[in-house]
């Protein structure tokens, strides 16, 4: 005599596991379809990195900080010292 909860147990782990199988390989396909669409826009339209734009070497000049005791010098586009908070002329 088999009991019917241990049969039910297994249909349902089965059922489970083919479910989870099927999504996890669902993703997988969907990632692998986003890896190509972003090589192949990469191809066509570069993004700019915000890295190059803020650096010194790209012709932008620096901004000192106007505080006596700190005069640091600010490369990126900021409206406030990153040292002390003060305003930038």
């Known amino acids: 005599m088999t009991m019917h909860g241990d049969v039910l147990l297994v249909i349902l782990i089965l059922i489970f596991g083919c479910a989870a199988f099927l999504f996890g ?4 396909i969907c990632q ?4 190509i669409a972003r ?9 700019r990195s915000a890295a190059a734009s803020d650096s010194p070497t790209h012709g932008r000049q620096g901004r000192i900080c106007p505080r006596e005791g700190c005069g640091k010098v600010e490369y990126r586009n900021a409206r406030f010292c ?4 003060r305003p930038l002329i």
Request: net charge positive; glycine share 14%; charged share 5%.
């Open 39 to 47: 090589g192949l826009f990469g191809i066509f339209i570069p993004r």
């Open 25 to 28: 390989v669902i993703y997988a």
């Open 32 to 35: 692998f379809v986003a890896w």
């Open 82 to 85: 990153s040292q002390c908070g």
